[in-house]
C-alpha cells in the first residue's frame, strides 16, 4: 500500500462521513444527481466536444501535447540506432505512456496507416492528434457534469428542509453513511479519468509510477467505467 492507496481510502472515508451527517435523504438525492449527472454528461460529451475539436482550445492543447512527446521519443527509441517508423513508431511511444491498456488500444486503432508514418513528426503530429481528442473529450465531460451539478445543486436545497423532519433523523443516519461511501468510490473514478488528460506531461510521472504500483488506486485506474463508456471500441481489460 502507498500513498495512492491511502488518498483513496481517505476519500471513501470522507465521502462516507459526510453522508452520515447529511442524512439518507439528501444523500439519496446527491448520489442519483451524482449518477443523473455523469450519465447526462457522458450522453452529451460527444456532442460539446465536436464544438471544441472546431476551436483554438484544441489547437493549444494539442499544440503542447506534440511538445512533450519528444521527450517520451528520446526515451522509447532509446535503444535503437535509428527511430522507428510506421506501426512500429506509434507502438514504442504509446508503451511510453502512462495510459490504461484498453486506451492505447483505442489510440492505436485510429493512426493514419502505416505507409503514412514516415518519421517522427508525423508520428507526432498522429498521436497528439488522437490524444488531444481524447483530452478534449474528458475534458467536455468534466465541464457539462459542474453544469448539470450546478443545476441540480439549486434542486436540493428544496429537499434540504423535507430531510431535518425529527421522523426521518434515524434512517437518514445509517442510510446516508453508506450512500456517501459509494459516491465516494464514484468520485475516485472520476478523479482518475481526468489524470488521463495529464499522461503526456512529464511532470506527472511519479504520480502514474505511484497509482501503477497500488493495491487498491490501480485498479480504479485501469478499470475505469467512465472511459470505457467514452471509449466503447475496446473494452476494459
Do not use: H
Not at 495512492?4 to 472515508?13: C, F, N, P, Q, R
Amino acid at each position: 500500500m502507498n500513498w495512492s492507496d491511502i488518498v483513496v481510502l481517505g476519500l471513501i472515508a470522507l465521502f462516507a462521513i459526510i453522508g452520515l451527517s447529511k442524512g439518507f435523504i439528501m444523500s439519496v438525492y446527491k448520489l442519483l444527481a451524482f449518477v443523473v449527472c455523469i450519465f447526462l454528461s457522458i450522453k452529451l460529451a460527444p456532442v460539446f466536444a465536436a464544438l471544441l475539436e472546431k476551436s483554438a482550445v484544441f489547437d493549444i492543447i494539442k499544440n503542447v501535447i506534440v511538445k512533450n512527446l519528444p521527450t517520451i521519443s528520446q526515451e522509447a527509441f532509446a535503444a535503437s540506432s535509428a527511430a522507428p517508423a510506421g506501426t512500429e513508431g506509434v507502438q514504442a511511444m504509446l508503451g511510453q505512456l502512462a495510459l490504461p491498456l484498453f486506451i492505447k488500444e483505442s489510440l492505436l486503432g485510429n493512426m493514419p496507416s502505416p505507409t503514412e508514418l514516415i518519421n517522427l513528426d508525423v508520428i507526432y503530429n498522429a498521436i497528439g492528434e488522437e490524444l488531444t481528442k481524447m483530452i478534449i473529450s474528458v475534458l467536455s465531460l468534466i465541464v457539462l457534469y459542474i453544469v448539470l451539478r450546478i443545476v441540480t445543486g439549486f434542486i436540493g436545497l428544496l429537499l434540504k428542509g423535507v430531510s431535518k423532519l425529527p421522523v426521518f433523523r434515524q434512517i437518514n443516519k445509517l442510510g446516508g453513511f453508506i450512500l456517501g461511501a459509494l459516491q465516494g468510490f464514484l468520485a475516485i473514478y472520476i478523479i482518475c479519468a481526468i489524470l488521463v488528460m495529464f499522461n503526456s506531461n512529464p511532470g506527472f510521472t511519479p504520480i502514474f509510477e505511484n497509482i501503477r504500483t497500488s493495491l487498491f488506486a490501480r485498479g480504479f485506474y485501469e478499470n475505469n467505467f467512465i472511459m470505457g463508456m467514452l471509449f466503447p471500441s475496446s473494452g476494459v481489460v
